[in-house]
């Protein structure tokens, strides 16, 4: 079977409607959501409406530090963040709400483990930026493999049988297969807000049948997102930081 | 843990054994056959077990990923692969051909073999590197030829592919492969420098034409380092009837620094299937090792440890072979001159490529021409003359410049088979200026640009004002 996942759609409209069309192009036949569906972005009440028809769709979700933050603390967060933050717990109804506040911090789906953030502690929001974070996570679960976000850059790590980890930046569209050997953490790119230089939204094909890990780019109309952002009032550079992917 | 596999007649996912072909340290092969599967077929079984050196599993692993992206005729074919849970196998094309291997007992081998060899070798790689890999491993062992003289590469346990996992570059900080023929940057742990496996070639060169190793057979990293600042013996100090061209292409394939050997396998095969062509430097000609000095220089070396930015496959991108066709007859005039411009502009943004100027010297299907004009000069050296004059104020170095004049009753079929032969990446050519002489005569850059195996510039003359 052929799973997408997206992470950090950060209420980023078009860029969440181009992946979702071009994985259904590609054949994918699940949907997995890694948290931070809404923040930063300018069309939460859009992409809540997307994701919760998703959800009664059968698509799996998982809980991120912005969702939390909506009926929670946004204390940890920087300036925008928190503005952002704000602004969403206003624009959200009720029931919106609610589906937030009841997603659950990870989920496990046969030797598959969706988690935000580095999985031992998933509830600490950790980012997983190098092998040092990736073997604690690693550690933490009997997973085969492990998909994360909340770093809003594409990498991959693995642990061999001899307990050694490996670390690798994924070339666009050249599938990786998961050898069975070993143990992988997949830390996808961000869909609404990349942020590895390339601004183009970012999600994963993961097929269980061959054990092949694509990740994909897939280039939006950038310039409709800004606007929202600009439109609604929240920090410009929420809006400039997308052309850049930075 | 898995069950050895050991008994011929066992059968896994529907492949049978039926004789086992090497016991080797790291694996085990066997010959299987399964119904509905005509080809020859061997298994490759790793041992693992209690005591299994880890760099047999990760390379396992690698050749694992790496061989199912691969094609073409330079590698055996990929038909399965069992995973580590069960039973870890691969099932590949068995080559019908034979090792390279079988070679040794007969070194040296003449020159010319020597080369023919040679550019077997470098085409494969060159097929190899665009398909993102360095194989690092190049050795007389890993490397088979086809009924039909195709090099093929085998064992891709110690490669690089640019677009997976490095598991051996992260797993072993230590440089693995085989000493006698591992590059000084592989030494350092670069393993992403297609030039790496040049380097290797150069030492089977070396190799199979004097018959001693350039740097011995120490398996020590002591020894091994040496080679990271001292250059081999000189192949004409071995042997004093060694040619100029083979010694100056062997030796700039061992030089320490990456940069300074050929840019590309397809550059490499170039310069061994035209000794002529090659461009003679010191090197050449040279009886003793480098002075002391630019030994102690080559200590400080930061092209040997600075990892590598750009991928593969751009490396190889970025040193083409571009051929222009000239038309230095007579009726070529009016169009060399933007030709000529197109050349430079192409040539100015990229300073590896190099370029090889083409003639097409007409000769009659029925009558036996004469080389002389009626002048009574010899029409071939006239034309090669009057190529390299067009060339001239390109100013490009020696080294990227060969001048060929080719002969054919068909123009087009004769720049199509030297494109075709020498690995070239895009053709230049002008258009028939003349509607008359087209309609009549058929258009060669229309042959050319549809037939041909690359891209194809075709280059018209401004219209006049």
Redesign the interface.
Same mark, same amino acid.
């Given at each position: 079977m052929l799973i997408a996942l997206f992470a950090d759609v950060h209420a980023n409209r078009q860029a969440f409607e181009a992946c979702l069309a071009d994985s259904r192009d590609c054949g994918a036949q699940r949907v997995v959501l890694l948290g931070d569906v809404v923040g930063y972005g300018g069309d939460p009440d859009w992409v809540m409406d997307r994701v919760m028809a998703l959800a009664e769709d059968g698509a799996t979700l998982v809980l991120g530090n912005h969702d939390e933050a909506i009926n929670g603390s946004a204390s940890g967060m920087n300036l925008e963040g928190r503005i952002a933050i704000e602004w969403t717990r206003t624009e959200l109804g009720r029931h919106a709400r609610d589906f937030l506040a009841a997603l659950p911090l990870t989920q496990h789906d046969g030797d598959l483990l969706y988690v935000h953030a580095e999985a031992s502690h998933p509830e600490r929001w950790t980012y997983v930026v190098s092998t040092v974070e990736a073997a604690d996570s690693l550690a933490a679960t009997q997973a085969h493999v492990t998909f994360c976000g909340h770093v809003h850059r594409p990498a @991959?790590y =693995?642990l =061999?049988? !001899?307990a050694?980890? !490996? =670390?690798?930046t994924p !070339?666009t569209d050249?599938p990786? /297969?998961l @050898? /069975?050997?070993?143990r992988w953490l997949a830390v996808l790119g961000a869909v609404g807000q990349p942020r590895d230089g390339n601004p183009a939204a970012a999600y994963c094909l993961f097929d269980t049948a061959s054990g092949n890990l694509t990740y994909r780019r897939v280039p939006y109309d950038v310039e409709a997102a800004a606007t929202r952002i600009l439109q609604q009032g929240l920090p410009p550079f929420l809006a400039e930081r997308l052309y850049a992917g930075r | 843990m898995a069950r050895p596999l050991h008994d011929p007649g066992f059968v896994i996912d529907g492949f049978r054994l039926d004789e086992l072909v090497h016991e080797g340290g790291m694996a085990m092969l066997w010959r299987v056959s399964k119904d509905g599967l005509d080809a020859p077929m061997l298994m490759k079984v790793p041992r693992i077990g209690e005591g299994t050196d880890p760099a047999a599993i990760v390379s396992f692993e690698m050749e694992q990923m790496i061989l199912p992206r691969l094609d073409g005729p330079h590698v055996p074919k990929f038909f399965a692969a069992g995973d580590f849970a069960q039973q870890p196998y691969l099932v590949m094309e068995a080559i019908g051909g034979v090792s390279l291997l079988k070679r040794l007992p007969d070194l040296p081998l003449p020159y010319d073999e020597v080369a023919r060899i040679g550019v077997k070798i470098a085409e494969a790689l060159d097929d190899l590197h665009r398909q993102h890999v360095v194989h690092l491993d190049i050795k007389p062992s890993n490397i088979m030829f086809r009924p039909d003289g195709a090099a093929v590469l085998i064992d891709f346990g110690l490669s690089h592919h640019d677009q997976l996992p490095d598991l051996m570059q992260e797993e072993f900080r230590i440089p693995f492969g085989t000493a006698p023929y591992m590059s000084p940057e592989q030494l350092r742990g670069i393993r992403n420098d297609p030039r790496s496996d040049l380097f290797a070639l150069g030492v089977l060169l070396y190799f199979f034409s004097t018959g001693e190793r350039p740097f011995g057979e120490s398996e020590t990293l002591r020894g091994m380092r040496r080679r990271l600042w001292r250059d081999p013996k000189p192949p004409r100090s071995l042997r004093p009837d060694y040619p100029p061209w083979l010694q100056e292409i062997v030796l700039r394939c061992l030089e320490v620094e990456p940069g300074r050997r050929h840019p590309t396998a397809a550059q490499l095969a170039f310069d061994l299937s035209h000794p002529d062509e090659v461009k003679l430097t010191a090197r050449s000609e040279k009886l003793t090792r480098d002075p002391w000095t630019t030994a102690m220089r080559r200590r400080f070396n930061t092209d040997l440890t600075t990892p590598r930015k750009a991928p593969v496959a751009s490396q190889i991108a970025s040193a083409p072979i571009i051929a222009v066709a000239v038309d230095v007859g007579e009726q070529g005039a009016p169009i060399n001159a933007a030709l000529f411009e197109v050349t430079a502009r192409i040539l100015a943004t990229l300073p590896q490529a190099r370029l090889a100027c083409l003639n097409v010297l007409k000769t009659s299907a029925i009558a036996i021409d004469s080389t002389l004009d009626a002048q009574g000069h010899n029409k071939t050296i006239d034309r090669l003359v009057r190529l390299k004059a067009w060339a001239a104020p390109l100013k490009l170095d020696e080294r990227r410049l060969t001048a060929h004049v080719l002969e054919g009753t068909d123009p087009a079929a004769a720049i199509l088979e030297f494109a075709a032969a020498n690995r070239v990446d895009h053709i230049l050519i002008g258009a028939r200026q003349d509607s008359f002489r087209r309609r009549v005569l058929g258009s060669v850059s229309a042959k050319v640009a549809t037939e041909a195996p690359c891209s194809v510039t075709v280059v018209r003359a401004p219209r006049e004002a």
């Open positions: @991959l =693995s =061999s049988a !001899t050694k980890m !490996t =670390s690798f !070339t050249a990786v /297969p @050898l /069975p050997g070993r | -």
